[in-house]
């Protein structure tokens, strides 16, 4: 096997003894701070190699890592898009990324002052009246909000024990409202894909307390029945959530704010070009209508004069989510990308996902069913339904297979109403050479013989690890004797 498509790990190249460098021997008196029942027995079993190996370990492992910068990265929902270098530039700046979030506020009001801004930038684009950027994630962002929501029933005195979720709503949607208190109640899907209107009228009454809406939903489309969606949320006196995570669709176009939402998370990591991917980090901050402001978690940054400061004196917060100011990190590259673009460029990034995906979506529709796409916003999903069906292809294999060909599968099984999901979303900085790949290679998958579909891929180190096995019984600790 080629070396850099070694599985080796760095335990097993170790040999005791070997440094990445020696140090001459201390010729001071070591004052040792620790009291001696505080230090270990022994060193702990790390892994002994000299440093031209520990090097290529780890620039051989990041040339195999499947990332934006080397591959097409169609990953539906996620946004996926390219993080320009510019900005990775520019944050790496020594007075932006040296600072310490203990120092003092007089000693960062630069970094404030972008945060600041930051806050009223977001709430702009929302079309609403405040933002707080302490949540990591959307996720967090989600929980976040109905914890703010639960704050805002209590001190109304109404008792409210629902959150309504439609059918294709992500994952996060349910758990965040079982982890916030709440009973999660399903509404189903029309034939449009769009909210069932009649089953929303039914599953609504005063026991509503959000309704938590996708929009565009995670079948990339916008469901137009939005106006009389926020109405009928608020005519029973319930509150309106947006999972933003599909704003890369509308920015500039339309407003969460303006079509009646009263909460929602962005995801800074999808829209804003936080590199992501691997599992973090992310930023998930969340905008607010106005009854909603007092209960948004303390701090928030806030601006006094000339001068920016954190405000902790709001008695009616739920309090901290997040240790410091939230991912600054990520939110400066969301600024700076936000500063780049300028509201025209913003809208265009909209418009040119719009159509990116449309132009997949029309080469794909003939060979793949797209139950609910004659048009879709940034993103489709296609089905290997029949696939399956006639020739035992499931979305899987053809994931799978699409690695062969250098892409990152799609999003696949999700949403969960459409069977053999492929969620196609290609982002708006692809070419129109890319598309034409990532298409030509799909239409040829799918006439390729099943046998081979099912073994695919079939040009990696690794084929298909049992990903169930290696979820419930994850080996996170590596011991001598161990047998990997
Ligand atoms: C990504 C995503 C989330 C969760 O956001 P994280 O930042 O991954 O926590 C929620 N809803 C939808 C539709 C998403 O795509």
């Known amino acids: 096997m080629d070396k850099n498509q070694s599985t080796e790990l760095l335990f097993e190249l170790s040999h005791p003894g070997r440094r990445t460098h020696h140090l001459p021997e201390c010729d001071v008196p070591i004052d040792n701070p620790l009291p001696t029942s505080a230090l270990a027995d022994t060193p702990p079993p790390l892994p002994e190699v000299g ?228 599992g973090g980090p992310g930023a998930g901050p969340i905008a607010v209508r106005k009854q909603l402001v007092p209960f948004l978690p303390t701090p928030l940054v806030a601006r006094s004069g000339e001068r920016f400061f954190l405000d902790y004196d709001r008695p009616k917060s739920i309090g901290r989510v997040r240790s410091f100011f939230g991912n600054v990190g990520i939110l400066l590259r969301g600024w700076l990308y936000i500063r780049t673009l300028g509201p025209q460029g913003l809208r265009q990034v909209s418009e040119n996902a719009v159509l990116n995906a449309n132009y997949l979506l029309s080469r794909l529709k003939g060979t793949y069913d797209v139950p609910h796409g004659e048009r879709c916003m940034h993103e489709f999903v296609a089905s290997a339904r029949a696939l399956k069906r006639e020739r035992k292809i499931s979305a899987m294999d053809i994931g799978k297979r699409l690695l062969d060909f250098g892409f990152h599968a799609p999003t696949v099984y999700f949403p969960l109403v459409v069977p053999e999901a492929l969620m196609i979303e290609p982002t708006e900085t692809e070419s129109k050479e890319t598309l034409d790949a990532f298409a030509d290679a799909l239409l040829r998958i799918c006439k390729e013989d099943a046998d081979f579909l099912h073994e695919a891929p079939h040009e990696l180190a690794l084929s298909r690890p049992d990903e169930v096995k290696a979820a419930k019984e994850p080996v996170l600790r590596w011991q001598a004797d161990s047998e990997l």
């Open 51 to 278: 440093e031209i190996d520990l090097v290529r370990h780890f620039v051989n492992l990041s040339t195999r890592n499947m990332s934006i910068d080397t591959n097409f990265y169609p990953l539906g929902s996620c946004t996926m898009k390219y993080n320009p270098k510019r900005h990775e530039r520019l944050a790496a700046h020594p007075g932006l990324a040296d600072l310490h979030p203990l120092q003092s506020e007089d000693s960062c009001q630069g970094m404030l002052a972008i945060l600041w801004e930051m806050q009223n930038i977001l709430a702009e684009i929302a079309g609403l009246d405040a933002v707080s950027l302490q949540p990591a994630a959307g996720a967090q962002g989600e929980l976040t909000a109905l914890l703010i929501a639960a704050a805002y029933f209590r001190d109304k005195g109404e008792n409210r024990s629902r959150v309504l979720i439609p059918d294709s709503a992500h994952g996060t949607n349910p758990a965040s409202a079982a982890l916030a208190g709440f009973d999660a109640v399903s509404v189903k899907s029309n034939s449009r894909g769009l909210v069932d209107l009649d089953d929303l009228r039914t599953k609504l009454d005063e026991r509503a307390a959000v309704f938590m809406i996708t929009n565009p939903n995670t079948l990339g489309l916008f469901d137009d029945q939005i106006a009389i969606i926020t109405e009928l949320l608020h005519q029973k006196g319930a509150l309106v959530y947006l999972d933003g995570a599909n704003m890369n669709a509308i920015l500039g176009i339309t407003r969460p704010g303006d079509f009646g939402a009263d909460m929602m998370h962005y995801n800074i990591h999808k829209t804003f070009t936080g590199p992501h991917g691997a």
